[in-house]
């Protein structure tokens, strides 16, 4: 199983501020995802961060306002621009290895809350 | 797209007792897994259960992929068992890993 680190664990930012999200696996993985937690609900799949190229984003998420990287196959950063309160949430790393194995495993996540 | 539902939504338990937990999903799916996430808000992998039925400790799953459900069985509930269950299937029958969550079992055991 993969180990996935993630920080910052928590941050409390100002109104119309940007935060990166950083995200590090212990080993080489295929697939990296980002999921957005709200209070009290479930997990929103954000994107697919593509090593080399261009996240693919779900409906209602934009690249502008949720830029993602993934320089190779083992960090991916996101980052969420000009936030305001409704930003606030949890933002969760994951990876899946290998075409048959594709177990997801989390990282530990990021508290968000915009002020 | 894939429908998910779970249910019962919320489920209170004295430690010691069974449960069943329930995922429906709306299409065919070629995998599902099932999450725990703790009070500290750590997802952890359960099961990885395209079909049939797995065993880990005192936890077991079975997906019936033909007729779109799978269960979740606790037994011997322990209070560390408490937070939130959650499924997961592919958002498209075509895709394995790019999956969707259902909306969870917050699930309390009392001792």
């Known amino acids: 199983s993969a180990v996935i680190s993630q920080k910052p664990s928590r941050d409390i930012c100002q109104r119309g501020t940007s935060l990166t999200i950083q995200c590090q696996v212990d080993?080489?993985?295929?697939?990296m995802f980002w999921y957005r937690q709200q209070p009290g609900q479930s997990l929103t799949l954000i994107a697919t961060?593509?090593?080399?190229?261009?996240?693919?984003?779900e409906s209602g998420f934009v690249i502008d306002k949720f830029p993602i990287s993934r320089p190779n196959l083992t960090f991916s950063t996101l980052t969420v621009s000009n936030m305001s309160p409704e930003d606030s949430s949890i933002y969760l790393c994951?990876?899946?290895?290998?075409?048959?194995?594709?177990?997801?495993?989390f990282g530990s996540g990021t508290q968000l809350s915009v002020l | 797209g894939i429908q998910v539902e779970q249910s019962p939504p919320d489920l209170i338990l004295q430690e010691g007792a069974n449960s069943t937990l329930r995922c429906n999903f709306s299409?065919?799916?070629?995998?599902l897994q099932w999450f725990h996430q703790n009070p500290w808000g750590q997802l952890i992998n359960l099961f990885y259960i395209p079909s049939g039925t797995k065993q880990n400790g005192r936890l077991s799953a079975t997906t019936v992929a033909t007729e779109r459900y799978s269960l979740l069985y606790i037994s011997s509930s322990q209070t560390t068992d408490s937070g939130v269950y959650f499924c997961?299937?592919?958002?498209?029958?075509?895709?394995?890993?790019?999956?969707?969550f259902g909306p969870g079992t917050s699930l309390s055991v009392i001792p």
């Open positions: 961060a593509n090593q080399g190229s261009e996240a693919t984003y």
């Open positions: 080993s080489q993985v295929t697939m």
């Open positions: 997961a299937v592919p958002k498209e029958e075509t895709s394995y890993d790019k999956v969707i």
């Open positions: 994951s990876a899946s290895g290998t075409r048959g194995d594709e177990k997801l495993f």
């Open positions: 299409d065919s799916v070629n995998n």
